[in-house]
């Protein structure tokens, strides 16, 4: 096949799609091509996305997805009549625990958050943003916790190592009022 | 019914702490623990006062802290000749530490949330398919029962029960409430429930007319409460 | 607004919306747009997409969508047939008969689901979730089910011990409204 028909026919697959086609499965739908050249088409595809306005071509969660850009949420948010939600703080803290430890146990997780958390945890399963992984090999054999794809799509995530390391936080989050010998000191920790 | 006020500080003892250092601008490496721990105390009786019911583990806080306040009130020397001794809050510290690491953590998160809220991808299409499918896992459905039955205290049955509804009567039953009202929410389709075997039979009519089609489960705020509406003819 | 800006949310709008847009709803998102110049705009787009090889804007029920041309419908129809589907709610509900009641026989499964089952056993049994076991010693010799080394892969488990007990259940699912309250909207937090 010629590449610019492989390039729209990649196209019209991401465009019907509701979630991101990773290489393999768009490898899957077009029968025998090789991988260089669906990665080339993919880098040509999106490099002509760049240059759209109101789209892109975003990696996330292994895979390559057709979103709309952030300028033009207000009108889409109106035209849905949706209200953009929000994770608690609660439930915000007890992923990144899950995200950046896993497979980590619940009582991990409360050692460092102070409180219970098994109902943020259940609210977390149930919007399958984590999932148990099994169980530990301790006393009482604890569920095992871990982040799932979902995840990687709800944060707009290429994969997990992309979280970014604490370090890069803190040179992303300046924070406003914080002391800054506090954040020295910890620097110096590390 | 208990009312919660939730304050930003109040969500967790290490929250309260750390907004307690933050205030009074103390270095969180040499915390001034007896004045902290009055500060905290302070706090603790006026959540006290509020009626708030989240104070176990605050109490079990407040309890550290004046463990620490004593310790820190011992003689030190006489310790210090058999070894060198720990600072009694270094524990405190270092769990303070690492919580507001995940606290930071979770601000990135918050922010990758809010950026990504803004990105709209091809909604899924309504293909049309054989067997109809749910967006659930296995937890999903043992949670949603577990539930349900949990609701209901499991005294309210005796061996005999006044009457039986069948699961083609439920089913009618929901339907027809459906007619009058657009949706019922999922949990009082339940609390109405005299007994288990009708919570049961509920569950079941439920399944029943999301898998004929009939009735469509819906969280219209989302994450919320779930939604049962009639299905569109 | 500019026209060149109007087009391109049109084209966002349209990119986000599974059904046909009618040029009311349209004119209803942007706000004080007089007809004309939406139905020029439309048009104009209109055009713009009939020069694409794989995609359309066509006019169905009185709105306007956004389609993959014909010539496409084979790759999209494998994409979606490969898709890995989701189990239904039957049959997640008759495997967790199973999997916390192995060896489970059907009368068993039925006397709590209240419906008649064989047809989702049979496609337990075709996906290789489930596997006949042996038969029971009673009258009839009924088949007794078990899960399968796939319905552990599946959910990600190592073994079926791993499986989350109902008491451990129980613990996660929180009291009350709890849940609700883990959720905030945007507005309460800012």
């Known amino acids: 096949m010629e590449r610019e028909k492989i390039k729209l026919i990649v196209e019209a697959l991401l465009f019907t799609s509701h979630e991101p086609l990773s290489e393999k499965r ?19 595809l999106r490099r002509e996305y760049q240059e759209k306005e ?49 497979p980590v146990i619940r009582v991990e997780i409360e050692s460092v958050r102070g409180v219970d958390t098994s109902g943020v945890l259940h609210t977390l399963l149930e919007k399958n943003l984590i999932k148990i992984l099994g169980r530990k090999k301790v006393i009482g054999r604890p569920l095992l916790y871990g982040v799932t794809d979902d995840f990687l799509k ?33 620097e110096e920790e590390n | 019914m208990a009312y919660h006020v939730k304050l930003e500080a109040y969500e967790g003892p290490l929250d309260l702490l750390l907004y307690l250092i933050k205030k009074e ?46 310790r820190m009130l011992l003689p030190q020397e006489e310790e210090a000749i058999e070894e060198e001794i720990e600072d009694p809050r270094s524990e405190l510290i270092e769990q303070l530490l690492e919580y507001e690491m995940y606290k930071e953590r979770a601000k990135t998160l918050a922010e990758k949330e809010e950026a990504q809220s803004k990105l709209f991808a091809r909604p899924e299409a309504e293909i049309p398919s054989s067997q109809p499918t749910f967006e659930a896992s296995l937890f999903d459905l043992l949670t949603a029962f577990r539930n349900v039955l949990k609701e209901k205290a499991p005294e309210i049955v005796r061996e005999i029960e006044p009457f039986k509804i069948t699961l083609e009567e439920k089913v009618e ?23 288990k075997g009708e919570l049961i039979v509920t ?15 819906r969280q219209p705020k989302l994450f919320g409460e779930i939604a049962v509406y009639r299905a569109p003819a």
């Open chain 1, 26 to 44: 768009l490898a899957e739908v077009l029968e025998g091509i090789d991988k260089k050249s669906l990665r080339n088409t993919l880098e040509e």
């Open chain 1, 54 to 102: 109101n789209l892109e071509i975003r990696e996330v969660a292994g895979g390559y997805q057709i979103f709309t850009r952030q300028d033009y949420a207000p009108w889409i948010e109106k035209l849905h009549r949706t209200r953009p939600t929000r994770l608690s703080r609660a439930a915000l803290e007890t992923l990144a625990m899950v995200a950046y430890n896993q």
């Open chain 1, 154 to 186: 709800y944060f707009g995530l290429k994969d997990i190592n992309e979280l970014p390391s604490l370090k890069e936080i803190r040179e992303l989050v300046p924070e406003k009022e914080e002391t800054d010998e506090e954040v020295k000191e910890s």
């Open chain 2, 25 to 70: 601008e103390v270095d969180i490496w040499d915390i001034p623990i007896a004045q902290i721990a009055g500060e905290y105390l302070g706090y603790i009786n006026m959540m006290k006062l509020l009626d708030l019911d989240v104070i176990g583990e605050f109490l079990v806080m407040a309890s550290t802290l004046m463990k620490i306040k004593s």
């Open chain 2, 173 to 195: 039953e929901i339907l027809k409430r459906l007619e009058s009202k657009e949706k019922i929410s999922f949990s009082l389709l339940f609390k109405e429930c005299l007994s």
């Open chain 2, 203 to 217: 569950f079941l009519a439920l399944l029943e007319l999301i898998k004929q089609k009939r009735v469509r489960i």
